[in-house]
């Protein structure tokens, strides 16, 4: 009981589709004091549109006893009807058949993480581009001064070329 309510993630003890047990941690996650959530079926916990998935889930525990590697991510109905993102995983007791253990996450904090990781890699693929077109605009514009002097290059070599067959056509005649 006293690791139960100690342990940071929250808690809920359902048995024969009843809450039975809720730590702290779950009391913050959903809003609800242990008051509250005792007595009640888990799914006050479940938004509408995951009830039906919910239900499914806790059925198929029941049913084959198994409820390793089932870990979900969705979001959980506080008591003022927002919704908080969480991780949910289930465990079914085995000593008493109708026990199911659910150990919730609130993955707030995470998902802004990732929003914002993703914002950022947003930004850094336009700014990517913006530094491509930059590179492309600079590249060009260098390129116009280098063939003006390649260009003026090649009229000074023609002229050298031209006097230099002046200056030597006219030494053989004289």
């Known amino acids: 009981h006293t690791l139960i309510e100690l342990a940071s993630a929250g808690i809920i003890v359902a048995e024969n589709d009843i809450i039975t047990q809720v730590n702290r941690t779950a009391e913050e996650i959903y809003g609800y004091s242990k008051d509250e959530l005792i007595g009640k079926p888990p799914s006050i916990l479940s938004p509408e549109k995951h009830k039906e998935q919910h239900r499914k889930i806790l059925l198929d525990i029941l ?15 506080r008591k003022d009807g927002s919704l908080v993102p969480i991780e949910i995983s289930f465990t079914l007791e085995v000593e008493k058949e109708n026990m199911i253990i659910a150990v919730v996450r609130d993955v707030s ?8 990781r993703i914002r950022l890699l947003d930004e850094l693929q336009d700014k990517n581009k913006e ?10 514009d260098l390129r116009s001064p280098l063939v003006n002097v390649q260009g003026f290059s090649k009229e ?9 067959s002046i200056l030597f056509h006219s030494e053989d005649v004289s």
């Open 131 to 140: 530094l491509e077109q930059l590179v492309y605009v600079a590249s060009h």
């Open 63 to 77: 049913t084959t006893g198994r409820a390793d590697k089932m870990i979900f991510e969705e979001e959980g109905l």
């Open 109 to 116: 904090e995470r998902r802004k993480a990732e929003e914002e």
């Open 156 to 164: 000074l070599e023609h002229a050298f070329k031209y006097v230099q």
